[in-house]
C-alpha cells in the first residue's frame, strides 16, 4: 500500500477539526444552521492556512442529508461522494492552469442546470487571482445575479490582484497565519497518533518553521520523520535534516559583531558553509534573532512576547545591553535588504559577507545610520577618556549636514575671550546639572532627533528656565518643536526630579558661544564687596 503524506492523511473533514480559523468556522457554521447561506465567498490569507480544506467542508455542509450543529456528518451519500471526489455537485478548478474566458464561459453554461441530487452547486476556483482580465469580466454578471442553487468559493493568496468589481460581489473572509503554539500542539497530536517519538523543542522548531502554515509543518515533520525513521527525533536532527541554525550561532555572531571582529565572522559563516546549513535560512533566522532582541529592549512585556527557554532569555538580556536600539535597526534593514537579495543570487555566500562586512565596518557604508552609530562609538571612546581623532569627527559631522559648529571650530575663526556674566546661584545650579550631562540627556532621545541637537549650546533663561542655541537652521526646526521640548523636559523631571522649562532659539551671525556664568555669590566673594544685578 502506498504512503500517504500527513498533510493529506490528516486533512481536516470536519469544521471542528480545523485549527486556527475558528472566527471563519464559526461564522460559516452559523451561517449554515440559520439558512443564512451567501452565494460567494472569497477567502484569502497566506498559504497552508486552510481555504481549500475549509472551502470543501463548507460543500460537504451544504449538501449533507443529516448535518450536525452546521458541520457535515462524512456519513450520508452525499458526503461520501463528495470527499471521494465523484459528486457533480461540487467543482474545483484550478484557476493557475484554467484562467482563459473560454473556461470561464464552461462554468457559466453549466450553472444553467439544477443539481441532480443535494441542495448547491459549488464552484471551489483555487488561486483565483490568476484569471485573466476576460475571465474577471466573463464571471461578473454569474456572480452577481447567480441562480439560488449556485456557491460560488473563491479562494487566493494575494488579493490585492482581485479586482473590486469581483470584491464587491463576494463575502469575504480573510485567514490568519497560525500560531507556533496551535501548530505545535496539532503535530504533537498527529505524532502520538502515529506513534511518532519526537523532542517537544523540535516540535515546536517545525511550527516556526512553517511560518504560519499548517500545510508546511506537516510536510517539514514528514521530511524530518522520514530522515530518522524509528528513532527519536531531536531538536538537532531537525536543524541538521532543514539545513537550520542553532541560536547559540547567531549569538556568538553577533558578539563578534559587536566586538568588529569581521575575521570570527568570516569564520562563523565558513563554518555553516562547510556544514550545509542553508544560507537563505540563516539570514531569515539571524533577522528573527535581531528582532527578539528589538522587542526586548523596546517593549515593556517583552519576555511574555517571546517564545524562548529562561537560560535563552537570560543570554539575550545580556546582549540587548551590549547594543542600542538604533544599530539594532541598522542590523536588521541590512539583512532584511539581503534577504530580498539572496532569494535569486547565484553567489549567496559572498552577498552575506558583504552584509556582515557592513556590520562590523559601519564606516564602509556611508549613510545617516551608519554614521549615528560611527559618532555613538566615539561619543562612548570619549566617555572612557580614549583620544579621538578630532579631524575625523569633523569630516563626519560635515556628511550630516551641522557644518562641524558642535564638534570643532574652524581654523579660520578667531579665538576670542570668553565672557562673564552673573546669574543668581539657583539658575546657576540648574545650568551646570543639565550642562554637564547634556551630552547623555540628547543621546537618550529618538534617534530622528538626537542628530539635531549635536551642536547646541546651552544658557540660562530665567527661573527653572533653559534656552537651547542652535547654529544649524535645519536642526533648530526639528528642535524647537513644542513636541521635542516636552519630551526633554519630561526627561529631565524623571531623571533629575526637577522641573525645567527650555526654549530655543538660532544663533546671532557672530555671536560667541563661550560665555562664563557665574553665580552673585562666587563673584561677590572673588572682589569683596556688594553686587547689584540688574533686570
Known sequence: MSYTALYRKWRPVEFDDVKGQDHIVQTL????????????????????????????????????????NGSPCNECAACKAIASGSSMNVVEIDAASNNGVENIREIREQVQYPPTE????????DEVHMLSTGAFNALLKTLEEPPSYVIFILATTEVHKIPVTVLSRCQRYDFRRITIDTIAARLRELADA???????????????????????????????????????????????????????VFSELLRAVL??????????????????????????????????????KTADDAENMLDMSEDNLKLLREEAEMISGETLMRFIRIFSELANQIRYASQKRVLIELALIKLTKPQMEPNLDSILQRLDELEDRMDEGVPVNAEMMQQMAVR???????????????VQAPQQVVI??????????IRQDWGKIIREQGGSIRPSFRDTVLEPSGDSCLCIVFSNSDNYAIGSRPTVLGALEKYVEEQYGKTMYFKARMRNAGERLNTIYVSDEELKNAIHMDITIED
Open 29 to 68: 457554521k452559523n451561517q449554515i444552521t440559520s439558512g443564512r447561506i451567501g452565494h460567494a465567498y472569497l477567502f484569502c490569507g497566506t498559504r497552508g492556512t486552510g481555504k481549500t480544506t475549509i472551502a470543501k467542508i463548507f460543500a460537504k455542509a451544504v449538501n449533507c442529508e443529516h448535518p450536525v
Open 118 to 125: 443535494g441542495a448547491y452547486r459549488v464552484y471551489i476556483i
Open 194 to 248: 502515529e506513534e511518532i517519538r519526537v523532542e517537544e523543542k523540535a516540535l515546536r522548531y517545525v511550527a516556526k518553521a512553517a511560518d504560519g502554515s499548517m500545510r508546511d509543518a506537516l510536510s517539514l515533520l514528514d521530511q524530518c520523520v522520514a530522515f530518522h525513521y524509528g528513532s527519536l527525533l531531536t531538536y538537532d536532527n531537525v536543524l541538521e535534516v532543514l539545513g537550520a541554525v542553532d541560536s547559540g
Open 259 to 296: 566586538a568588529k571582529d569581521t575575521t570570527a565572522c568570516m569564520k562563523k559563516l565558513e563554518e555553516m558553509v562547510i556544514q550545509g546549513r542553508e544560507l537563505g535560512q540563516f539570514v531569515t533566522d539571524f533577522i528573527w534573532y535581531l528582532r527578539n532582541l528589538l522587542i526586548l
Open 400 to 414: 550630516m549636514g551641522t557644518q562641524g559648529a558642535a564638534i570643532t571650530t574652524t581654523a579660520a575663526e578667531p
Open 424 to 433: 543668581p546661584r539657583a539658575q546657576l545650579e540648574d545650568l551646570n546639572l
